[in-house]
């Protein structure tokens, strides 16, 4: 699988934007997807997830309420919607795919850089 990310962009505190990640192979139903972020000097952490089926999402408590992520299974294309944004919301964003009965996330996207100025 492999997997492209766009929409990231410089926005100010309590802007929304929408990130996109486009996923090749006909095999996309089968993935659970994701995205995570990375700030600097800070390790990566999970943001979001929908599972295979689009029928079940997750959320870390930090963007919960404020996120949304979906899936477009025509377009293979898995997004995350955010809004309300905050400056700690900055990091680069990437979006990952698994097999869904694996436990960890194994295919990785290129990162997208969000920025959000206060």
């Known amino acids: 699988v492999q997997l492209q990310a766009s929409g990231g962009g410089l926005v100010q505190a309590g802007d929304s934007l929408r990130l996109s990640c486009v996923a090749s192979?006909?095999?996309?139903?089968?993935?659970?997807m994701a995205w995570f972020r990375q700030a600097p000097g800070q390790e990566r952490e999970f943001v979001a997830a929908?599972?295979?089926?689009?029928?079940?999402?997750s959320y870390a408590n930090s963007v919960k309420g404020r996120f949304t992520i979906s899936r477009d299974f025509g377009k293979n294309t898995v997004s995350l919607q955010m809004n309300s944004l905050k400056p700690e919301d900055t990091a680069v964003y990437y979006c990952?795919?698994?097999?869904?009965?694996?436990?960890?996330?194994?295919?990785w996207g290129q990162g997208t850089q969000v920025t959000v100025s206060s």
């Open positions: 990952a795919a698994k097999f869904f009965a694996k436990d960890e996330y194994d295919f």
């Open positions: 192979g006909r095999t996309f139903s089968t993935y659970d």
């Open positions: 929908s599972n295979y089926r689009g029928r079940s999402t």
